[in-house]
């Protein structure tokens, strides 16, 4: 289950905050998402327009913090499909 998207604005005054409504956002930095896939495997993910994200999650009861980088859309994706794919084959075996 992904839960709601999360925006921070680079154009909002500090300190930025994190909002829900997309339309409120000028210039977005980062986009902000849960993972939940059961058994205790959630996530954490956070892309930033620098090319970088930040992942925080429990898989297989264990804290798992990342810092992937990625360098276009395609690569992107990746990062979040790579994790999806973690947390769903850890809920499997859970």
């Known amino acids: 289950m992904v839960g709601d998207f999360t925006w921070r604005d680079a154009a909002a005054a500090w300190p930025q905050p994190i909002v829900t409504d ?3 956002v000028v210039d ?3 986009l902000g998402m849960t993972f939940d896939a ?3 495997a959630e996530a954490l993910l956070v892309l930033w327009t620098g090319g970088w994200a930040d992942l925080e999650a429990a898989i297989d ?3 798992v913090l990342d810092a992937p ?3 276009d859309v395609q690569s992107c994706v990746a ?3 790579a994790l999806v794919e973690r947390l769903l084959g850890s809920a499997k075996s859970g």
Do not use: I, N, Q, T
Request: aromatic share 6%.
């Open 69 to 71: 980088e990625f360098a």
């Open 22 to 24: 997309r339309a409120s």
């Open 61 to 63: 009861g264990e804290l």
């Open 38 to 40: 059961g058994h205790g």
């Open 79 to 81: 990062v979040a499909d």
């Open 28 to 30: 977005p930095e980062s």
